[in-house]
């Protein structure tokens, strides 16, 4: 029943065939039903998602609409939302309830998009594959046996199990790229600082960027038309003319050239990843692209350099969380210095912990010019082979991640090993450029595996186009799980 896509939800509003209540009670309706078993979303509040169907059908009513008024959406537990919850699926937040709202999601709604809840995601958007939030692990719609990816797993995963034809997520080192291309749909990473992060829980701060995760490219052009905006209140967004994401939809490909990392390509991928990759190399290369060999010479030093930059700003950021603001307090403790330990003791999760000690050994003064410094070194390495792949090639193409979705369970005790599983994503955001991933086909044992396009910064309408060409060739973003 609700397996529109954003687009086709909002033809039916726009030519009166449903009304926004209607819509919104479809798809509560399939949330009730599969959501327990799922566990993709964590908060849903029936009044409030009404309340905003109410007010999307009487601004339809009075010919005000939007383009998307009336089409439901689900958020990453990550944005702050005025009335809801707003918790980054940590205990540290289990009883914040925002008072305010994050620009992308202040956009969204100013258009009429009507929230359908709150979706489930690593803590601190900080992990691979969901399993480090306090409200319990997302299941893999296409089998309960797998992870979803993460951190951005329950997105990924509401937008596949069709209880939502759209969701935000928010991508620190691939956490919108690598869940989209485990669960089967399609979603971009905006060049930093196109889309505004106020009002989003920060991570590590230089890196974190929002952006659409939907079943098809076309769709997140519609969303990121929404949702992207200069925004005073984020220092680090930029001031650029209004753009329209969907204008390249349908420019031909002839004579386009996607670079091929031989870094990319090598033995770290699995059989079926191989396979993915080569499927879109020959239906784009049906429709004219051209393929050119290209090197990221620095790509596993992106694994370190992500990992003590990422989590530097994360010891930063989360000492904000200390008992005496809001959030979480310990209710025993003896002094104020036993309220801190008390409190981070019980609100932190083991992996958040994990960061905040690494972060804050590699700022320490002993150890800042060997870790931290040298970090920050890497990443204009990393950023400069960016730019010599690009100046041979309009964009890169590579895997989303070296594996389908793992089983639930198998990487979260070994924490180098998960690191490791972000190699084809994390550079991207040490770079701080666009990128988006979408579906490919799927793996020998049915689950879906995605490839990567990588392009230079503001390429976000070409990115697009060549997914959406991909998407008019093929029916893999069409397919859903049983
Ligand atoms: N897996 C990466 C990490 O744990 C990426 C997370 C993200 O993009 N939010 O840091």
């Known amino acids: 029943m609700t397996s529109y896509t954003l687009k086709q939800a909002a033809d039916l509003l726009h030519a009166k065939k449903i009304s926004a209540v209607e819509l919104a009670n479809e798809y509560l309706a399939a949330i009730e039903a599969k959501n327990p078993a799922l566990n993709g979303y964590i908060t849903l509040n029936k009044e409030l998602t009404l309340a905003e169907a109410q007010a ?99 997105s990924a995963a509401v937008v596949a199990a069709r209880l939502a034809p759209a969701a935000l997520g928010s991508d620190t080192g691939g956490s919108i790229r690598q869940p989209a291309s485990h669960c089967g749909i399609t979603g971009i990473k905006p060049t930093y600082g196109v889309v505004s992060r106020f009002g989003m829980v920060a991570y590590a701060s230089s890196f974190d960027q929002a952006g659409p995760m939907a079943q098809t490219a076309e769709d997140c052009a519609l969303l990121l038309n929404a949702m992207a905006s200069f925004d005073e209140r984020d220092s680090t967004s930029l001031e650029r003319a209004k753009e329209d994401y969907t204008r390249d939809l349908n420019q031909p490909l002839k004579g386009i050239k996607i670079g091929l990392p031989k870094e990319y390509f090598g033995s770290h991928n699995s059989a079926d990843v191989q396979t993915a990759l080569q499927q879109v190399i020959v239906l ?154 979408l579906p490919a086909g799927f793996s020998s044992d049915g689950l879906p595996v995605g490839v990567q396009l990588i392009g230079n910064y503001f390429s976000e309408a070409k990115l697009l186009n060549v997914a959406h060409q991909v998407q008019q060739n093929s029916d893999w973003h069409l397919k859903a799980p049983e």
């Not at 944005?79 to 707003?86: E, H, N, R, Y």
């Not at 540290?92 to 008072?99: A, C, Q, W």
């Not at 530097?312 to 950021?317: Q, V």
């Not at 969380?321 to 801190?340: K, S």
């Open 56 to 154: 999307a059908d009487a601004r339809i009513a009075t010919g005000n609409a939007g383009a998307l008024t009336g089409v439901p959406v689900a958020f990453k537990d990550i944005f702050c939302q005025t009335g809801w919850k707003s918790a980054c699926s940590s205990k540290m937040l289990d009883n914040f309830v925002s008072p305010y709202t994050a620009t992308v999601v202040q956009n969204l709604l100013n258009e009429g998009m009507v929230t359908l809840g709150r979706t489930n995601m690593d803590e601190f958007a900080m992990g691979s594959t969901n399993e480090t939030s306090f409200y319990g692990a997302t299941k893999n719609p296409w089998n309960p046996e797998h992870v979803p990816g993460g951190s951005s797993g329950g």
């Open 284 to 437: 784009l290369k049906q429709q004219g692209a051209e393929m050119v060999d290209v090197t990221l010479p620095q790509t596993e030093l992106s694994i370190p350099a992500y990992y003590v930059l990422t989590s530097a700003e994360a010891s930063t950021n989360l000492s904000r969380y200390d008992g005496v603001r809001y959030g979480h307090r310990a209710a025993q403790f003896g002094d104020l210095e036993e309220m801190y330990s008390n409190t981070r003791a019980e609100g932190f999760g083991s992996e958040v912990k994990r960061r905040i000690m690494i972060g804050t050994y590699v700022l320490s003064h002993g150890y800042y010019d060997a870790y931290y410094l040298k970090a920050q070194k890497l990443r204009r390495l990393v950023a400069n082979d960016f730019q010599t792949a690009l100046q041979g090639c309009d964009l890169i193409l590579g895997p989303a991640a070296p594996t389908a979705a793992p089983k639930l369970g198998s990487n979260i005790q070994d924490p180098v090993q998960m690191y490791l599983s972000d190699i084809y994503t994390i550079a991207v955001n040490l770079a701080g450029l666009p990128a988006m991933s």
